[in-house]
C-alpha cells in the first residue's frame, strides 16, 4: 500500500472514529436526559403527593373537629357521622404522609412531633364527644374554650404547612433542574451538530485531496513512462560503472598477487646463489678452500639463506592471505539472502556487548537511537556489517581520549532504512573517504594489524543486501559510516 492511501485509510478511520464519538455522544446525552427526565418527573409527583396528603390529613382533622363542635352545639347525631368519618380516616392519612416522607430528612424529623400532637388532638376530641354523650356539656364546652384544641390545630397546621411549603420549592427546584438539563442537551446537541458537520467536511476534504493525489500519481506515471529511456541509460551507467569497478578490483588483485610473486622468484635466484656457495663448502673433496669460499659459504649459511627462506614465506603468506579474501568476498557474493524480520535494537545491544570491555577500558560509552523497530533483511550479512563497524571504531579510536560511539537508525523514504555508525577516533583523510572501501587498500598511520579487507567486504555485503555504504569523516575529529538498506529484502530477493 502506498503511503498516500494509507494515509486515506488512516485518515478516513480517524473521521469516522470522530463522528461515531460524536453520535455516540449525542445518544448518551439524549438518553442521560431522558433518565435525568424520569427521575426529576418521579421526583416532582413525589412532592406533589406529600403535598396533596399533608392538605387532606389537615382537611380531615378539619372536618373531625367541625363534627365534634356541631354535636356539642346541638346534640344531633348526624354530626357525629361526619366527626366518626373523620376521625377514621385521619390515621390512614397520617400514615400515607410518614410513608410519603420517609427518606426525605427535613421532613421525616418533623414527623414524631406530628404524630404526638395528632394524637393529642384525638383524645381531645375523643374526650369532648364522650363528655357531651354523658350529658356534661358544660364541662365539654369548657374543656374546648381552654385553648388546648387550637393551640395543638395551629402546631399541626405550621408543621403541615411546612411539608406543603418544602413540597413546593422542591417542585420549583426539581422544574427548574430539568429545565437547565434540557439547555445543556440543546447546546450540545447544537455542538455535536457542529462536530458532525465538521467531520463531514474533513471527509469530503480528505476525499478530494485524496482523488487529487491519485490524479498528480497518475500524471507522475505517465511522467515516468515518457522518461523510460532515461531510466534504462541510467541503469546502463550503473552497469558500466559495476564493469569499471571489476576492472579496478582484477587490476588490484593482479598487481598486489603479483609483488608477493616478484618477491618468491627474486629471492628464490638468491637461495639458488647461497646454495652454491654452500655446495663447494659441503662437497669439498680434500681440496682446501680459500678463506674468501670458506667466508661467503658460512655468510649464506647464517645470513643469506634464512633472510631467504624468511621472504619467501612471508610472500607465500601475504599470497595466501590475500586469495582468502578474495574467496571470503566470493562465498559472500555467491551465499543465498535469508530475508527474516530482524530487530534492530537487540540486535545493536547485541554488536555493542561483543566490544563493551574495550570501550570500558577507555572509558567511553554507547548510545543507541533506534526509530525504526524492524527491518527484514538477512540477519548474517547485517550482523558481519554492523560487527566491523564496531570493530574498527574500537582499533582505530584516539588514544587520548575516551571512545563514543553512536548508533542511530532512521527511516528514509519509503523502503529504506539508514544507519549510521558514529564514532570520536582518528578520523580519515578527505581523499581516502573511497578508498578505503578498496579491497586491500588502507588509509592514515599504519600501526594496526590488518589487510585492507574488512570495509571492502563491508560494501560488498551491503551491494548484496541492496543498498550502500559511504562514509563522513574529518581527519582527528571521527568517522560517520552510514548504511542504507532497503526496509524490506524480501521484495528485492523476489524480484
Known amino acids: 500500500m502506498s503511503a498516500t492511501n494509507a494515509n486515506f485509510v488512516r485518515t478516513t478511520f480517524l473521521m469516522l472514529i470522530v463522528g461515531t464519538i460524536v453520535l455516540t455522544g449525542i445518544i448518551l446525552s439524549s438518553l442521560w436526559l431522558v433518565d435525568r427526565s424520569r427521575e426529576t418527573f418521579a421526583y416532582i409527583i413525589h412532592e406533589r ?163 487529487r493525489a491519485l490524479s498528480n500519481a497518475r500524471r507522475e506515471v505517465e511522467a515516468l513512462n515518457a522518461g523510460l529511456e532515461d531510466r534504462v541509460n541510467e541503469r546502463t551507467e ?47 673433496d680434500g681440496d682446501k678452500l680459500s678463506e674468501d669460499q670458506i667466508k661467503e659459504a658460512r655468510l649464506a649459511a647464517s645470513e643469506d639463506l634464512p633472510e631467504a627462506i624468511g621472504f619467501i614465506r ?16 566470493s562465498r559472500d557474493g555467491r551465499r543465498p539472502l535469508k530475508p527474516e524480520r530482524i530487530e534492530l535494537k537487540g540486535m545493536l545491544e547485541a554488536t555493542s556487548a561483543s566490544v563493551h570491555h574495550q570501550i570500558s577500558e577507555s572509558e567511553g560509552s554507547v548510545a543507541l537511537d533506534v526509530r525504526v523497530p524492524m527491518i527484514n533483511t538477512d540477519r548474517f550479512s547485517l550482523e558481519q556489517i554492523l560487527g566491523n563497524l564496531f570493530d574498527n571504531a574500537v582499533k582505530y579510536k584516539q588514544p587520548e581520549r575516551p571512545l563514543n560511539l553512536t548508533v542511530r537508525v532512521l527511516p528514509e523514504g519509503r523502503n529504506m532504512v539508514r544507519i549510521e555508525v558514529e564514532d570520536n577516533g582518528r578520523g580519515i583523510a578527505d581523499e581516502d573517504h573511497e578508498r578505503i572501501f578498496e579491497l586491500f587498500r588502507r588509509s592514515g598511520q599504519q600501526d594496526k594489524s590488518g589487510e585492507g579487507i574488512g570495509l571492502a567486504h563491508v560494501r560488498s555485503l551491503a551491494r548484496n543486501l541492496g543498498g550502500e555504504i559511504t562514509v563522513r569523516s574529518k581527519l582527528g575529529s571521527g568517522s560517520t559510516f552510514v548504511l542504507r538498506l532497503p526496509s524490506d529484502l524480501s521484495r528485492i530477493v523476489r524480484s
Request: proline share 1%.
Open 238 to 284: 550503473d552497469l558500466m560503472r559495476a564493469n569499471q569497478e571489476i576492472q579496478r578490483f582484477a587490476y588490484i588483485v593482479t598487481h598486489d598477487l603479483r609483488a608477493p610473486l616478484v618477491n618468491v622468484m627474486g629471492f628464490t635466484a638468491e637461495l639458488d646463489t647461497s646454495l652454491k656457495a654452500l655446495q663447494a663448502y659441503v662437497l669439498a
Open 314 to 329: 612471508s610472500s607465500t603468506k601475504k599470497m595466501d592471505g590475500l586469495i582468502n579474501a578474495i574467496l571470503k568476498i
Open 49 to 211: 403527593d406529600i403535598r396533596r396528603a399533608s392538605a387532606d390529613l389537615l382537611q380531615t382533622l378539619v372536618d373531625a373537629e367541625t363534627g365534634q363542635r356541631g354535636f356539642m352545639l346541638t346534640q344531633d347525631e348526624s354530626f357525629l357521622e361526619v366527626y366518626e368519618k373523620a376521625m377514621t380516616h385521619v390515621r390512614e392519612n397520617l400514615s400515607t404522609v410518614a410513608d410519603l416522607v420517609r427518606g426525605r430528612a427535613i421532613k421525616e424529623e418533623k414527623m414524631p412531633t406530628l404524630r404526638r400532637l395528632i394524637e393529642s388532638k384525638l383524645e381531645e376530641l375523643t374526650h369532648t364527644v364522650a363528655l357531651t354523650r354523658q350529658g356534661r356539656e358544660e364541662e365539654a364546652i369548657e374543656l374546648t374554650r381552654s385553648e388546648l384544641g387550637r393551640e395543638l390545630m395551629d402546631q399541626i397546621r405550621e408543621i403541615l404547612e411546612f411539608f406543603r411549603t418544602q413540597s413546593d420549592i422542591n417542585v420549583d427546584n426539581g422544574v427548574t433542574e430539568q429545565l437547565e438539563a434540557n439547555s445543556r442537551l440543546q447546546w450540545f446537541m447544537i455542538g455535536g451538530g457542529i462536530a458532525i458537520l465538521a467531520v463531514m467536511g474533513g471527509a469530503i476534504a480528505i476525499i478530494t485531496q485524496h482523488v
